[in-house]
């Protein structure tokens, strides 16, 4: 079963729109920990954010938000205002603490395309 | 900020040859991980490494991988007879000890396979 899902395979929208991508996991661990990274056509990888299990407050960097629902198992991400840079592929992950492991289990990606 | 690097960017290679990814983490993080991304496709955990052993290790790094931390800055992946299907971006990561962590990932090296 996929412990991390992003529905999403591609998203287009235009300049200044603002998009959500949808990220739901799966894990029977008490302590997890949720992360968002981007990867732009260069290929590296980004670290954008990191949330454990205990903590559910949303976020707010920038232009970016990230909203946490434990109910729903979802860890959701917003670009406000998107722009043309903003066009990556963006991964969900998931990290499993219980035993103190820390691969990090990835989605299979959301391809976002920003049209200028 | 200190990052990770990755040596070489892209390596192209004869099938069962043996190659050497070579990585250097962060200076103070402890946690060393690889991971590859195969076209198109997700990242995928291949091993991690702590304190000199692996510490987790997943399905796909079976027999013909290795890992190892030559001196004091490098941390190497040795594939040793490669096969066309290891054709892939392998990523290294570094993190610090004590949990929560972040990996922080290095720019990638790709193996192309012939």
């Known amino acids: 079963a996929q412990k991390v899902t992003q529905a999403q395979t591609e998203i287009s929208v235009v300049e200044k729109e603002d998009v959500t991508l949808d990220c739901v996991y799966e894990t029977r661990d008490t302590t997890y920990y949720l992360f968002w990274y981007k990867q732009p056509p260069s290929g590296e990888l980004v670290f954008l954010i990191r949330r454990n299990s205990f903590d559910e407050q949303n976020e707010i960097s920038g232009r970016y938000s990230w909203n946490f629902q434990k109910s729903t198992s979802s860890f959701n991400f917003t670009i406000t205002a998107s722009q043309v840079v903003d066009s990556a592929v963006y991964f969900c992950a998931l990290s499993e603490a219980d035993t103190g492991r820390r691969a990090l289990t990835f989605g299979s990606g959301t391809r976002l395309q920003v049209q200028p | 900020e200190p990052e990770v690097t990755q040596t070489p960017s892209h390596q192209v290679t004869q099938m069962g040859q043996e190659v050497i990814l070579r990585c250097v983490p962060i200076s103070n993080h402890l946690y060393f991980y690889w991971y590859r991304q195969i076209l198109g496709q997700k990242v995928e955990f291949l091993v991690s490494?702590?304190?000199?052993?692996?510490?987790?290790k997943s399905e796909i790094f079976d027999d013909q991988f290795s890992v190892e931390r030559p001196d004091g800055s490098n941390f190497t992946l040795k594939i040793r007879s490669t096969k066309l299907e290891d054709s892939a971006m392998y990523f290294c990561?570094?993190?610090?000890?004590?949990?929560?962590?972040?990996?922080?990932f290095g720019p990638g090296t790709r193996l192309t396979v012939l």
């Open positions: 490494f702590y304190n000199n052993e692996i510490s987790e």
């Open positions: 990561a570094s993190s610090e000890l004590h949990l929560p962590d972040t990996q922080y």
